[in-house]
């Protein structure tokens, strides 16, 4: 079974500053993709960016990029040039093969508040 | 961008009772999913659906739940006797092939609470 740990409950950061969300995971498969989602206050779950396991370029978004850590099985986020409408709970997430792919197993969630 | 609705947003019921919350996919999309995350935990896979079939569930997808695609466009989830620990925000979600590392798009949730 696989599990995802986001150690932060809570961050905050400066509009226009960085800041980097943590995560970990374990697993024994081999191919997999992990995902960052973003919940903003209207509770809709909203992909922020993907990565592939076999994949080691680390994956890009406009503002949003992640550190990869394949060995280590840490995938952090890193918001860049941060904005008010980045306030959200922010859920890392995994998902491998077997019958339905569209089973993801979600980390506990960080708070991230832009502060003006 | 395309959404998937969820309704009621929030749904009040008395323990033993059943409900039916109710979701609208996107139109295209074949694989569906419901997921809930009980207040302070994580959010948790319920089941996924596909054909009209079941394609994988969770241990919580006991037998007093069930999904159903009733018409073309609705995807219900039934919670057949509630219990108190069943009180949670249920998201619907919904993807296009069912590939691997797919996009899922999620509703907004409905919040369930069972007095």
């Known amino acids: 079974a696989q599990t995802v740990t986001q150690s932060q409950p809570e961050m905050s950061v400066q509009e226009a500053e960085t800041v980097t969300l943590s995560c970990t995971y374990d697993?024994?498969?081999?191919?997999?993709?992990l995902f960052w989602y973003k919940q903003p206050p209207s509770r809709q779950m909203i992909l922020v960016i993907r990565?592939?396991?076999?994949?080691?370029q680390n994956a890009t978004e406009n503002r949003f990029s992640v550190n990869f850590q394949k060995a280590a099985k840490s995938f952090s986020l890193k918001i860049s040039d941060s904005q008010l409408g980045d306030t959200a709970m922010y859920f890392c997430?995994?998902?491998?093969?077997?019958?339905?792919?569209?089973?993801?197993?979600f980390g506990q969630g960080t708070i991230l508040t832009v502060h003006p | 961008e395309p959404e998937v609705t969820q309704t009621p947003s929030h749904q009040v019921t008395q323990m033993g009772q059943e409900v039916i919350l109710r979701c609208v996919p996107i139109s295209n999309h074949l694989y569906f999913y419901w997921y809930r995350q009980i207040l302070g935990q994580k959010v948790e896979f319920l089941v996924s659906?596909?054909?009209?079939?079941?394609?994988?569930k969770s241990e919580i997808f006991d037998d007093q739940f069930s999904v159903e695609r009733p018409d073309g466009s609705n995807f219900t989830l039934k919670i057949r006797s509630t219990k108190l620990e069943d009180s949670a925000m249920y998201f619907c979600?919904?993807?296009?092939?069912?590939?691997?590392?797919?996009?899922?798009?999620f509703g907004s949730g409905t919040q369930l609470s069972v007095l």
């Open positions: 997430a995994f998902g491998a093969g077997g019958t339905s792919y569209g089973k993801l197993t």
């Open positions: 697993t024994s498969e081999n191919n997999y993709y």
């Open positions: 990565q592939e396991a076999y994949k080691q």
């Open positions: 659906f596909y054909n009209n079939e079941i394609s994988e």
């Open positions: 979600a919904s993807s296009d092939q069912g590939l691997m590392g797919e996009k899922l798009f």
